[in-house]
């Protein structure tokens, strides 16, 4: 069974950054994969893909802010946040876009000043 394992969350004031890091137990080669995230009280809401070829794609809320990359080597994805914004502040997951896994624990980030 596929394991997600996110990391990189924190807290961090408005204007900052921060490098969120998805690792899966499996290969990743040929699959597409995704950032999400959930704000307390919402649904889930994908936040930005990345293809096997590496073309990128992104919600209207990120773009221009986030950049999502991918190690196939590694079994790795990542993703890149910049002049983050209080209404980022979820827990953020990966997964496969296409037929997703089982979801990982997530890892929370907090933007505040």
């Known amino acids: 069974q596929v394991q997600l394992v996110e990391s990189g969350g924190g807290l961090v004031q408005p204007g900052g950054s921060l490098r969120l890091s998805c690792t899966v137990s499996g290969m990743i080669f040929g699959i597409y994969m995704a950032w999400y995230r959930q704000a307390p009280g919402e649904q889930r809401e994908l936040v930005a893909r990345?293809?096997?070829?590496?073309?990128?794609n992104y919600s209207d809320s990120v773009k221009g802010r986030f950049t999502i990359s991918r190690d196939n080597v590694k079994g790795a994805v990542y993703l890149q946040m910049d002049s983050l914004k209080p209404e980022d502040t979820a827990v953020y997951y990966c997964?496969?876009?296409?037929?997703?896994?089982?979801w990982g624990q997530g890892t929370q980030v907090t933007v505040s000043s």
């Open positions: 997964n496969n876009y296409r037929s997703p896994w089982s």
């Open positions: 990345i293809t096997t070829g590496s073309t990128t």
